[in-house]
């Protein structure tokens, strides 16, 4: 079955056998995938003097574009994605075991893009419409398995790197990138080298609201890190405060996303080129089995071969499996860099996440800012309860008229319409704060991406399948962190009647039994994870394929674990570091092929 | 409208003036809802025509065989007994054997709350209706 690809051609089924593919000028270096790991890939190696091509398969949109608009933004809709990708001409397959069938899913079905396992495409990826987290991950979070062993059903590993290899890198990406944040007021922060390149945003009453409730349980509120800027930085306006941020593409390029700062730095270079708009197929790989460049679709559907001495992916966690396991060769018959059957494996993402609304007798909400401008890191380890934790923020999930009316349902019984659910808007849509934190998800042994047997998207190529359903622990960290999130509403003065009820030990009990809580989405990460161990592992240390030299996977696909903490600026500090190496081992003759 | 008939506006209105009632603001009919709904179908959403003739059919049928006449014709407390069956999935009508009333019933109410609470370009939320309701700046709906 054929997604249809919009525009002209719909239902176009392209027999690829019959297409011939046109080969490009040779470069050093493709990179597939323009979001937090490509783009800055792609401008460190342009930076460093090799000539690139950069391949995005979504649109360039520009400051120009931003309209605003909740029913066409990113996460939540029922209608077209703001940031793509294209609804129908991008299916994919979804199960929550192996032993069910899957079922077809679409981009916007669901809420921040799961079950589907969507971030972006765009030029930029992610980081166009993302709501601009920008958390360091802590020293633990790098030996999960050292410090706690391999819980039973999860496929538990550290990293073949440590907090100390990384943070140079995480220095790097928050003065590169601009990032705002106060250095000194978080208790549980790891060691930095620098402070950050400027303040963080001001409390705003929410904020005020969960620093109140917080510090009346004993607990550290401190303002959020946040790609935002504060100050005019680097060529680029300091936020306006407008009110449409998480969703929504930035008016003024105060959100640090990479189609702001990294892509225009890699095109000044005069030796990087993007081609957006261009979906790759697959990675070619030569007689040895070293990389040899990509095949993709040009804007008028005609193949191309882009040959490059060395191949980067950065395509997302599920997206970056899906091409490599399309890339069949003799030497690689299950797909490229995967002798051991580990792309696409130990996924993970923030389904153990927990949440809560509180409703206040002030009013909270204002007409400015983007809403989210505090958190606390007391839940990150050390929590007494679950494996990892999260941190707990205010965030402005409800903010929107749209956004709000849509999440009443529960307060409102069976029938949450009517008289009484406008009411409740009408009454409460301004005293709302909505906390929210990432609880750490465990890559287990049947969660993974693979290809779908039958499906196939509007070019003709077998779409990604995932089979996920969260773990154990994932469950308990929902509701020990929900409860976190209630307690804290409680002590800040929420309006007892309207907070929910704690859960309790049946409801965890029931959940557990009941298991049906799986799917990615926009914090995907695992598939192509790195490792010293090639049984259990796909890249090494520096993101580089184990099997083959010249082929690097520079996006959330290489973590083992995904942290209590949105994954943006560890995607791009990994990122930085990855082209470090590659750009060292390039001045030192490496990764060229002949021809 | 583009897509919906006559007799579909006039059942989809009551649909939406139950979703959403007027009081002391609009409701959803007033505020253009079944506007939206009609741009929805004629657009980026057509292929949810066949849902939306089968489910407003199913609507008038389930009310006959309740009450003896269509939805637009009954009582408000009627239409809402209508609406709750239909969300439970326990509507009668043979229209329901073929198409669920309960995936119908969320489409439409989805689409209603976009209609209503969404940015006027779309053509529901006439005169920034709920925006004033709830205090949403309306300047700030386009740039």
């Known amino acids: 079955m054929v997604g249809a690809r919009a525009g002209s ?68 809709n029922s209608g077209p994605l703001g940031f793509g990708p294209e609804i129908k001409a991008n299916p994919r397959t979804f199960r929550l075991t192996p032993d069910q069938p899957a079922r077809l899913v679409y981009a916007n079905e669901g809420e921040y893009g799961a079950p589907y396992g969507g971030t972006a495409a765009a030029v930029g990826g992610g980081t166009v419409p993302f709501g601009a987290m920008s958390w360091r991950f802590v020293e633990k979070d790098f030996k999960m398995k050292s410090l706690y062993g391999v819980p039973e059903g999860t496929t538990l590993e550290d990293w073949p790197i440590t907090y100390q290899d990384l943070e140079p890198y995480y220095t790097k990406a928050e003065y590169e990138i601009g990032i705002s944040g106060a250095a000194d007021a978080n208790p549980f922060d790891p060691p930095r080298s620098r402070p950050y390149p400027m303040p963080p945003l001001p409390y705003d009453r929410a904020g005020e609201a969960l620093v109140r409730g917080a510090k009346k349980l004993g607990l550290h509120p401190f303002p959020l890190p946040l790609a935002i ?42 030796h990087c080129e993007l081609r957006a708009q261009c979906m790759v197929r697959e990675v070619t790989v030569d007689e040895r089995g070293r990389a040899r460049g990509v095949i993709c679709f040009g804007l008028d559907n005609k193949l191309y071969e882009q040959p490059a001495d060395l191949v980067v992916v950065s395509c997302s966690a599920t997206e970056s499996p899906r091409l490599l396991l399309n890339s069949k060769s003799k030497r690689f018959p299950a797909g490229l860099a995967n002798r051991n059957d580990q792309v696409g494996r130990h996924i993970m993402h923030h389904v153990g996440g927990g949440g809560a609304i509180g409703f206040f007798e002030e009013e909270i909400f204002e007409a400015y800012g983007p809403g989210f401008t505090a958190g606390l890191s007391d839940f990150i380890h050390a929590n007494g309860a679950v494996l990892g934790g999260g941190v707990v923020t205010t965030n402005a999930e409800y903010r929107q008229p749209f956004s709000f009316a849509r999440s009443c349902g529960w307060r409102l019984g069976p029938h949450p319409w009517g008289k009484a659910a406008k009411e409740f808007v009408r009454k409460y849509f301004r005293h709302a704060v909505s906390l929210g934190s990432p609880g750490q998800g465990m890559p287990t042994e049947t969660n993974r991406v693979d290809l779908d047997p039958t499906v196939r998207d509007a070019w003709g190529i077998p779409v990604v399948r995932t089979t996920h359903r969260v773990h154990a622990m994932d469950i308990r960290s929902s509701f020990f962190l929900t409860t976190k999130c209630i307690e804290i509403l409680r002590a800040a003065g929420a309006i007892e009647e309207l907070l929910p009820r704690l859960p309790t030990e049946q409801d965890l009990e029931w959940s557990l039994k009941n298991n049906t809580r799986g799917g990615l989405g926009e914090h995907q990460v695992g598939g192509c994870r790195m490792g010293t161990d090639p049984k259990s592992s796909v890249l090494n240390r520096y993101c580089q394929a184990h099997d083959v030299d010249n082929l690097f996977v520079v996006d959330g696909s290489c973590f083992p674990t995904i942290g209590g903490f949105n994954p943006c600026l560890t995607i791009q500090a990994n990122a930085f570091r990855a082209a470090d190496y590659i750009a060292k081992e390039w001045k030192g003759g490496a990764f060229r092929t002949p021809g | 409208m583009k897509v919906l008939t006559a007799r579909q506006v006039a059942t989809l209105g009551a649909i939406a003036e139950q979703l959403v009632p007027a009081d002391s603001d609009p409701g959803a009919r007033e505020a253009g809802a079944v506007n939206y709904v009609d741009g929805v179908l004629s657009g980026y959403q057509a292929e949810r025509v066949a849902l939306y003739d089968a489910g407003l059919q199913g609507t008038d049928e389930t009310s006959q065989l309740m009450f003896g006449r269509n939805f637009a014709d009954l009582q408000f407390d009627q239409q809402t007994r209508v609406l709750k069956a239909m969300e439970d999935g326990s509507a009668q009508g043979e229209t329901w054997k073929a198409v669920s009333s309960r995936e119908f019933f969320a489409l439409v109410w989805n689409h209603v709350l976009e209609g209503f609470y969404g940015p006027p370009q779309h053509g529901g939320n006439r005169g920034y209706a709920s925006w004033k309701m709830v205090g949403f700046p309306e300047h700030s709906g386009t740039l």
């Open chain 1, 229 to 270: 800027l504060t100050k005019d930085y680097d060529g680029r306006s300091a936020c306006v405060f407008c009110v449409f941020c998480e969703r929504f593409l930035c008016e003024v390029d105060a959100k640090s996303t990479m189609h702001a700062t990294m892509i225009p730095k890699a095109l000044a270079t005069g």
């Open chain 1, 9 to 76: 051609l719909s239902n176009f089924e392209l027999r690829l056998s019959k297409l011939e593919t046109m080969s490009l000028k040779k470069v050093n270096a493709v990179v597939v995938g323009s979001g937090a790991g490509g783009a800055i890939v792609a401008k460190e190696l342009s930076q460093a003097g090799l000539t690139v091509v950069l391949l995005e398969r979504g649109k360039k949109y520009q400051m120009k574009d931003a309209d605003h608009d909740i029913l066409r933004s990113q996460y939540y």
